[in-house]
């Protein structure tokens, strides 16, 4: 059974950082594509950051997380990160991990098979 677990979610004041993690069971997070997604009340979940499986290799962000954010993954301990810095208000949202991606584009929710259940993260200005 695949198991998503998320932490390292936290409030924080602008301008500081978090790193979120995503510790996986039941798959092996080298050979797929780990993302995270982000999500506030009453709008669509958005796609933040994307981490292919080795094999097709490579990372891509939403344009507001470029050169903010860093996705990363530790094959040690079956986990993938999500480095925040320079955080905005605008970060403010719960975080989900995505795992088992079906294809396609890599920021439409439909494409991702197994979901975390989310960590909050609350930005101050």
């Known amino acids: 059974e695949v198991q998503l677990v998320e932490s390292g979610g936290g409030s924080v004041q602008a301008g500081g950082s978090l790193r979120l993690s995503c510790a996986a069971s039941?798959?092996?997070?080298?050979?797929?594509?780990v993302a995270w997604f982000r999500q506030v009340p009453g709008k669509e979940r958005e796609g933040v950051a994307v981490?292919?499986?080795?094999?097709?290799?490579?990372?891509e962000y939403v344009d507001s997380a470029k050169g903010r954010f860093t996705i990363s993954r530790d094959n040690a301990v079956n986990t993938v990160y999500l480095q925040m810095n320079s955080l905005k208000p605008e970060d403010t949202a719960m975080y989900y991990c995505?795992?088992?991606?079906?294809?396609?584009?890599?920021?439409?929710?439909?494409?991702?098979?197994?979901w975390g259940q989310g960590t909050q993260v609350t930005v101050s200005s």
């Open positions: 995505a795992a088992v991606f079906s294809g396609g584009y890599w920021s439409v929710t439909n494409r991702w098979e197994h």
């Open positions: 039941g798959f092996t997070s080298r050979t797929n594509s």
């Open positions: 981490i292919y499986s080795e094999d097709r290799g490579g990372t």
